[in-house]
């Protein structure tokens, strides 16, 4: 029971590149979650799906976008990275009715 | 909407002192509430939890925390602090919308220093 994974664990790349972030989880859960940390800033909600075949917005979409591929994986891409958002990704996972978020080991994310 | 505040964005303590990491929260429905820990480079683990049981929540390692919803604060103690136990820490407030899912809203940490 490996919990949440995330590829790649660093990254860095140039102004308008574009990559993906990977997140799977193997416990069975409905909801997932892509965070950003930045020093002093806490953790900010990017986007969320609650169920399968579900997206929604968080505090700081602007940049992204998500794909909930199936139950286990849910996916965020940069589609032309800017060096604002150079930053610590987090992927998060719950099941409904249960609120406490399992959270993956995150990316580091440089973008020069 | 939903809101939390960590009063002290750094606490410093000797070993074997106590710990008191304070937070304060806003929530328009009947919250939950949680303290997460984050080592350096490291993810998010979960210390401990209230979803409306007990108001004195016991967690690992030590820890406790008080949900007073008069005082609207949820804050994280420990008798006896320990060198492992500096870290960052984030309360955490959970909305109990009708949905049946939730979004989690961070307070923005309070970092602990532990000297010996």
């Known amino acids: 029971n490996a919990g949440v994974t995330q590829t790649p664990k660093f990254q860095v790349l140039k102004t308008g590149q574009s990559m993906t972030l990977q997140c799977a989880q193997d416990?069975?859960?409905?909801?997932m979650y892509w965070y950003r940390q930045d020093p002093g800033m806490g953790l900010r909600l990017i986007y969320y799906?609650?169920?399968?075949?579900?997206?929604d917005k968080g505090e700081v979409p602007n940049g992204y976008n998500v794909s909930r591929l199936n139950k286990r994986e849910f996916s965020l891409r940069l589609e032309s990275a800017a060096p604002s958002q150079t930053s610590v990704y987090f992927c998060?996972?719950?099941?409904?009715?249960?609120?406490?978020?399992?959270f993956g080991p995150g990316t580091r994310l440089t973008v020069t | 909407a939903q809101s939390v505040t960590q009063l002290d964005s750094h606490v410093s303590v000797s070993e074997g002192t106590p710990v008191l990491l304070r937070c304060n929260y806003s929530?328009?429905?009947?919250?939950?509430l949680f303290w997460y820990v984050q080592h350096p480079n490291k993810g998010l683990q979960l210390l401990l939890k209230?979803?409306?049981?007990?108001?004195l929540v016991k967690g690992i390692n030590g820890f406790e925390a008080e949900f007073k919803k008069s005082e609207t604060s949820f804050h994280l103690t420990k008798p006896s602090a320990h060198m492992s136990d500096a870290a960052e820490y984030f309360c955490?407030?959970?909305?109990?919308?009708?949905?049946?899912?939730?979004?989690?809203?961070f307070g923005k940490g309070t970092m602990l220093l532990v000297s010996p």
């Open positions: 799906s609650a169920s399968e075949g579900t997206t």
């Open positions: 209230y979803t409306s049981a007990a108001t």
């Open positions: 416990m069975n859960h409905n909801s």
């Open positions: 955490v407030v959970s909305d109990r919308g009708n949905s049946g899912y939730s979004t989690l809203t």
């Open positions: 998060a996972s719950t099941n409904s009715g249960f609120y406490e978020q399992y």
């Open positions: 929530s328009s429905y009947s919250p939950s």
